[in-house]
């Protein structure tokens, strides 16, 4: 089985590592040449683009940003073609990325008129750091026969496979997923403002870890989240970019389902800027 994989970020970068190290040959693409240097060393091979990537392999990842670069990548932007004129037929396209599940059905069925099969993988479980162990959970949606000839490569990268449902149906679990660990965020991060007002300070996570009843994976994580949030960037990759990219999901698969989510909706209009100016830490 051979593999491409295409986008080497905070997630990409380790997945693709773990190809690698399944003996997976794989074919890599970034924007960044010295993270596809750093691959190479690693016995990954480049490809330019896209395009040249999925040329005579079995399984193609995607891992990058959002839903215009997912397009881009798939049906060609600036190059003159993607992934889907130059796979062969039956090659397995895999979504990471955290997009609309409109967009996943949207995608699978350009992919399917042109003889390839396309599956969203979306991918929980601690994040960059368990993206380069290999202990990733991934949320499978797609075929049957499809999630079974890719196993291999999702074995390779992630401890936890979970098929969730027909395509579109990983990214949709990952949307509540996202939705429920940002306003936990969310949450704590306003009770914490309470708590050095009133002198406390964030040592009161001890107490609440230790009571249990207050408790969530993320007061558990807190400090873990703090240097996540120092680590990233401003801008595209900041925070406050994938707090609003992952709420405004949620808010839209509500609308679409006729679900109301009010608390979506004020996390998006009004905690997102706040935390674009001030942080998570208020």
């Given at each position: 089985?051979?593999?491409?994989?295409?986008?080497?970020?905070?997630?990409?970068?380790?997945?693709?590592?773990?190809?690698?190290?399944?003996?997976?040959?794989?074919?890599?693409?970034?924007?960044?040449?010295?993270?596809?240097?750093?691959?190479?060393?690693?016995?990954?091979?480049?490809?330019?683009?896209?395009?040249?990537?999925?040329?005579?392999?079995?399984?193609?990842?995607?891992?990058?940003?959002d839903e215009k670069q997912t397009r881009e990548v798939l049906l060609g932007g600036d190059q003159p073609d993607g992934v889907f004129g130059a796979a062969p037929a039956g090659c397995i396209v895999v979504l990471h990325s955290t997009v609309s599940a409109g967009f996943v059905r949207e995608m699978a069925e350009v992919a399917q008129e042109r003889e390839l099969r396309l599956i969203d993988a979306a991918m929980t479980g601690g994040g960059q750091v368990a993206a380069s162990v290999g202990t990733l959970t991934f949320m499978v949606g797609g075929a049957p026969d499809a999630v079974a000839d890719?196993?291999?490569?999702?074995?390779?990268?992630?401890?936890?496979?979970?098929?969730?449902?027909?395509?579109?149906?990983?990214?949709?679990?990952?949307?509540?997923?996202?939705?429920?660990?940002?306003?936990?965020?969310?949450?704590?991060?306003?009770?914490?403002?309470?708590?050095?007002?009133?002198?406390?300070?964030?040592?009161?996570?001890?107490?609440?870890?230790?009571?249990?009843?207050?408790?969530s994976w993320v007061t558990h994580h807190w400090e873990g989240i703090k240097a996540q949030e120092a680590s990233y960037t401003t801008g595209p990759a900041g925070f406050a970019a994938m707090w609003s990219k992952d709420l405004g999901l949620a808010r839209g698969l509500a609308a679409e389902l006729g679900v109301e989510a009010p608390l979506a909706g004020f996390l998006v209009d009004k905690i997102v800027p706040e935390v674009g100016a001030h942080g998570i830490t208020g």
């Open positions: 089985m051979r593999a491409a994989f295409i986008g080497l970020g905070n997630m990409g970068y380790g997945m693709a590592q773990n190809l690698l190290r399944a003996a997976i040959p794989t074919t890599v693409v970034d924007v960044r040449p010295e993270v596809v240097a750093e691959l190479m060393e690693a016995g990954a091979t480049a490809a330019a683009t896209p395009a040249a990537a999925a040329v005579g392999v079995d399984v193609v990842c995607v891992a990058v940003f890719a196993r291999p490569v999702l074995d390779a990268m992630a401890e936890k496979v979970y098929h969730v449902g027909d395509v579109s149906a990983g990214v949709t679990a990952k949307i509540v997923n996202n939705f429920l660990c940002t306003s936990h965020v969310a949450l704590v991060r306003e009770a914490l403002a309470v708590s050095r007002a009133a002198g406390l300070g964030e040592e009161v996570l001890d107490v609440i870890n230790a009571g249990g009843v207050g408790s």
